[in-house]
């Protein structure tokens, strides 16, 4: 008998050019490009006069500089307007896809991958960005890399790479109203810690998991790099199947039934061993919200803000300090009425049809609270347009809420939308780091429903309380 | 890439404090390394002088004089220190680029994330895992201003009349050592790339576009 094996270890064998004792070479499917990771990743195959080995295997958009007000004008400041032209040119001249700004499928390179069916079951997918363990919702090995590793995989198609272990997160129990995958994610990552899955690719299973759909299983899968893993990912079922099929570039006609029984052959055998394996059941869980610096700062949307001399660790006391002074926070108060400046809505963590439709659910016939600056940034062009054809827009603009074109916007900040300094906001994004939003900006990390409970409140609030 | 010769000079320690007693600042992540105004490069140089722009410069762009790196002898440092997961959060290889361009080629730390981790590598920059206990410890001589040598050959760090060794694996070892150009190295194994991809072509067709 062999060796039962875990749907990584599948992939990963599958995937093989040759083994070495410290790294191997593995084959990569699919390689997504955008404007800010591969620039230099170009110039380095221009200076070694080397070519891309399979440019149909790789597709190209920018999504982090773009602007997400009128783009009649193109982009306005001199630096983004560069590096996006850049990307154009390179595409075109080593024969890439690339969706321009002006096209309907432009957006988030996470979003629009799973979308056009550039993602699919199986395969390896790499991208110049750490939250392309979005990706691994479909069962796919879906990692994020620097840019030499992009020249790497644009000039061979390969990556060398060492074999990680295996972390089993289950996620089970009856999961009460209210609680999204966003919770699921915050939990795992409050559990897990930012660095303990360092070395692992995870898989989440669980009934939990099971019922999500697939926009759920991919703001769980975003998150994965949270929690220190490169990788996370969900064997297929028939849901995976159901997203997949007629999308633009899946296999189609017999070639998708072929695909079909190859796919139903990779979740991971039964009483196979993983390296480690944690279990959260979801029966108690309430809302979550992070109160500092690292996405593990996570907290119940009734907890209190930690207090720094309680913890005993000297290392994680002194970063409590830090974080409380950041963010502006007094030890052992309540999270809940905390007052927000801005609210946004959008990213590759929550910027789905599904995050929008959740969010507008919420916010029909309520107001955004006088003093909130709110934004709703669709996650591409797809997205937007569906929205608009739901007539979500209008409730979110009737609302008070901005409605913005598609990209990455103030996940990042790298574009015109930014957080002040001391101002701030309730975020369906996946970083509260320093800065991230905008110098001195402070970030609180929640799912879509609970930042439209800020929104509507002005302030920090239970989603449960203003919806019942 | 230039080859990794034996290392000597400052070690600048990240350090967070609370009245006596300090500790290695932990996660220390890439946002803070290189913040992301600095990402609309083209390309991989002159990012040294923005290596932990929040941290360094106030609002005015004035130097925060008591961050670590703008205080002498540290503004020349060589070596960093630093505690649990450093380098985690977005996979931008302007981190490495910036701590390059700095004149960091050495950090010495409990754990690191994983891509920041890859990064360091094929920049030429070692990342060395050590004890929190050793790390501290060395902290204090990089305090007092003590010149550190890195000898990677032998795996050791000496400071004053300190000496420790670190793990670290051979082809890792050897990638510094050699500057090797593993793009170069890859494609002289591109037969076993045709092989692959003929045999996927037949046995997963439907991964080919």
Redesign the interface.
Known sequence: MTQPKTIYDKIWE?HL??Q????S?I?I??HLVHE??S??AF??LRL?D?FV??P??TLAVAD??VPTEDRSKGIE?E??R??VE?LRQNCEDFGIEFIGMDDLRQGIVHIIGPEQGFT?P??TIVC???HTSTHGAFGALAV??????V??VL????L?QKKSKNFNVQIVGRCPEYITAKDLALSVIGAVG??GG??FVIEYSGNVVESLTMEGRMTLCNLTIEA?A?AGLIAPDNKTYEYLQNRP?T?KGE??E??LK?WKTLPSDKDVHYDKTITIDTKNLAPLVTWGT?PEDVIEIGGNIPIPEEIED??????I??SLEYMGLEAGAPIKGLKIDKVFIGSCTNGRIEDLRDAARILKDKKVSEHVDAMVVPGSGLVKAQAENEGLDKIFMESGFDWREPGCSMC???NADKLL?EERCASTSN?N????QG??GRTHLLSPKMAVAAAVMGHLADVRELDS | MEKFTNIKGIAAPML???GN???????V?T??II???F??????TGLGKNLFH?MRYD?DDNEIKTFILNKEPFSKAKVLLA???FG??????HA?WAMLDFGIRVIMAP?????FY??CF??GILPICLS?DVVKYLAEFALKGEEFEIFLKEQSIRVSNYEVNFEI????KNFLLEGFD???L??E??N??DI??DE?NTN????S?
């Open positions: 599958s050019v040759y070495g004792k410290d790294g070479l084959y499917d699919r800010v990771t620039p230099q110039e380095g070694s080397r080995r399979q149909k295997k982090h500089n400041d630096e983004s560069i590096q850049a699919l199986g395969s110049g960005d750490s994020g890399i620097g840019t030499s590793e020249e790497h000039a061979t198609q390969t060398i930012t660095a360092t070395g220190g490169r570039m296999p070639l998708w072929s695909a190859y690292s000297d290392s994680k006391k002194n970063a300090k830090r990042l900040a790298m300094p970083r780091f320093e800065g991230r110098r001195g | 967070t404090t609370d007693q300090f500790s290695m600042m932990i996660n992540d946002d803070m913040p992301k105004q990402l609309k490069t083209i390309k991989r929040e609002y505690g649990n997961n985690c959060g977005s996979s931008r290889e490495a754990t690191y994330a994983d891509i890859n990064n094929k920049n929190e694996d051979t082809s890792s593993d793009i170069g890859t494609m194994d591109s076993l790339i692959y991809e996927s997963l067709p439907w991964y576009l």
